[in-house]
Structure formats: C-alpha cells, structure tokens
C-alpha cells in the first residue's frame, strides 16, 4: 500500500475497533504484544527484526496453535486487516470482486 492505502487502511481498523468493547481492544493488544515478543524465544528478538520468512513461520503457528484462544484471536485480527485492505474503494477494480450494498455480494470469475 502506498501512504494514502496504509493512512485508509489505518482509519478503517480503527473505526471498527471503536466500535468494539474496550475488554476486546484489551485482548487484541494483548494478542499484538504476544505475537512480537514470541520470536524471542527462538530467534533472540522480536518479531519486527525477523525476516520475512521467519514472520511467516510466527504467524502460522499462531494461526495454527494449540491453545483454542491464540487461533480465535489470530482470526480476529485476521479479519481486521482484510477488513482494512479491503474496505478500500481504491483496491476493488483490481480484485474480481465488485461489492454491493444491498447486502448481496456478487463474486465475478
């Protein structure tokens, strides 16, 4: 994304967050802190010092976790960010998609 891409795609997670309870926007940050301290563990720092496939090998064990709460959580903030990408106007003529606001989306082939 360019800077106007990420400054609407920051605007559109933080609405959606304000309208959530403040315990949920506890947990997500709770959830953030967990995923950047846990390559500390093995790689000795955090996750915004990783390369890009060490990123990748964090995210998928939290998606894929053991523990029910780390997955929920995971698909939680999943959601969140392909709510703030795709929430775009700008990002629709490059997606075969073509959203509708009559609650009916039509996916195209």
Request: charged share 25%.
């Amino acid at each position: 994304l360019d800077a106007g891409g990420m400054a609407r795609f920051v605007g559109i997670v933080d609405r959606a967050l304000m309208e959530r309870p403040p315990e949920l926007r506890r947990q997500l940050g709770t959830l953030l802190g967990f995923i950047r301290w846990l390559p500390l563990l093995r790689w000795g720092t955090s996750f915004e010092r990783l390369s890009g496939p060490q990123k990748d090998r964090v995210l998928r064990w939290v998606q894929d976790a053991p523990v029910t709460r780390l997955r929920a959580g995971f698909w939680g903030l999943k959601t969140l960010v392909f709510m703030g990408y795709y929430g775009q106007p700008e990002v629709w003529p490059t997606l075969p998609y073509e959203p509708r606001f009559d609650g009916n989306e039509a996916l195209h082939a």
